[in-house]
């Protein structure tokens, strides 16, 4: 029977305690509920929307966090890179996922580098295209030999703040042959309005039943952010899941997949 897959962990890093504790709860996790766990966290926001909001630490801090948790747990890592500079750098050599974040998805110079490098490529739809238009992205992937590739949803723009998951869109992303994931967090975020400001900020209420529905069209995983103390934390405070709505949410999902992929 082939396992879920779940990426997870902290929107950012932060510091080194509570990454090690994130990336040790959710290996723990993984054993118990049995599913694929790739740890997820950027070493970079660059598409906040205030230079008020925090960014994430330096490449070199940055890099040394992700080889503690390849030396440590030894699992995979998924990040996200935002410009050309920062494949060249040594943090490369721990990460085993690429991230094309939804912004920069039409970003050919950018997609085809990251491409280039023969890792595993996760593209995060924009919120702004058909579901169809991935196919494009996936395409020009693919035209540099790279084969290993992975699909997100996170949503569609629904009008101001606001996104909607159509369910259809899991259906035509699966056409395209790879695996797809879907990104509950980030579906339920408000943008423009702080992370911080945990009652307008997000709407992670609904995160449990999107993720069900999902896991219901025979999808290959999802995609959420967790966070030892939620409203503590320094990026999407207001929809990463503390340790107890992670093990709750992983509760729900898992008998929709079993009884799936028994």
Same mark, same amino acid.
């Given at each position: 029977?082939?396992?879920?897959?779940?990426i997870?962990?902290?929107?950012?890093?932060? @510091?080194?305690?509570t990454?090690?504790?994130?990336?040790?709860?959710?290996?723990?996790?993984?054993?118990?509920?049995? +599913?694929?766990?790739?740890? @997820?966290?950027? $070493?970079?926001?660059?598409?906040?929307?205030s230079?008020?909001?925090?960014?994430?630490?330096?490449?070199?801090?940055?890099? $040394?966090?992700?080889k503690?948790?390849?030396?440590?747990?030894?699992?995979?890592?998924?990040?996200? $890179?935002h410009?050309?500079?920062?494949?060249?750098?040594?943090?490369?050599?721990?990460?085993?996922?690429?991230?094309?974040?939804a912004?920069?998805?039409?970003?050919?110079?950018?997609?085809?580098?990251?491409?280039?490098?023969?890792?595993?490529?996760?593209?995060?739809k924009?919120?702004?295209?058909?579901?169809?238009?991935?196919?494009?992205?996936?395409?020009?992937?693919?035209?540099?030999?790279?084969?290993?590739?992975?699909?997100?949803?996170?949503?569609?723009? +629904?009008?101001?703040?606001?996104?909607?998951?159509?369910?259809?869109?899991?259906?035509?992303?699966? @056409? $395209?042959?790879?695996?797809?994931?879907?990104?509950?967090?980030?579906?339920?975020?408000?943008?423009?309005?702080?992370?911080?400001d945990?009652?307008?900020?997000?709407?992670?209420?609904?995160? *449990?039943?999107?993720?069900?529905?999902?896991?219901?069209?025979?999808?290959?995983?999802? +995609?959420?952010?967790?966070?030892?103390?939620?409203?503590s934390?320094?990026?999407?405070?207001?929809?990463?899941?503390?340790?107890?709505?992670?093990?709750?949410?992983?509760?729900?999902? *898992?008998?929709?997949?079993?009884?799936?992929?028994?």
């Amino acid at each position: 029977m082939r396992k879920m897959t779940v990426i997870s962990g902290n929107c950012v890093i932060e @510091k080194l305690e509570t990454t090690l504790e994130t990336v040790e709860f959710l290996v723990q996790k993984s054993n118990e509920y049995n +599913f694929d766990l790739i740890y @997820k966290s950027s $070493f970079k926001k660059d598409n906040r929307s205030s230079m008020d909001h925090y960014i994430g630490p330096d490449l070199d801090e940055s890099a $040394f966090i992700f080889k503690q948790i390849k030396d440590k747990y030894g699992v995979k890592i998924l990040t996200d $890179f935002h410009h050309l500079y920062e494949l060249e750098h040594d943090i490369i050599n721990y990460i085993d996922i690429i991230q094309i974040p939804a912004y920069l998805c039409m970003q050919s110079e950018l997609v085809l580098a990251m491409a280039k490098t023969g890792k595993i490529i996760n593209i995060k739809k924009g919120q702004f295209l058909h579901p169809q238009d991935i196919d494009k992205v996936v395409k020009k992937v693919e035209e540099v030999g790279n084969q290993d590739i992975i699909i997100t949803e996170r949503g569609t723009c +629904f009008g101001y703040r606001d996104l909607v998951v159509d369910p259809r869109t899991f259906y035509i992303m699966k @056409k $395209f042959g790879y695996p797809v994931i879907f990104d509950v967090g980030h579906s339920v975020r408000k943008y423009g309005v702080p992370s911080a400001d945990l009652i307008y900020g997000g709407a992670k209420e609904y995160v *449990n039943t999107l993720a069900c529905a999902a896991i219901a069209t025979n999808i290959d995983g999802i +995609f959420v952010e967790v966070h030892p103390d939620p409203p503590s934390a320094l990026c999407d405070a207001a929809t990463q899941l503390s340790f107890e709505e992670f093990s709750e949410l992983i509760q729900n999902i *898992n008998p929709i997949w079993y009884a799936l992929n028994d």
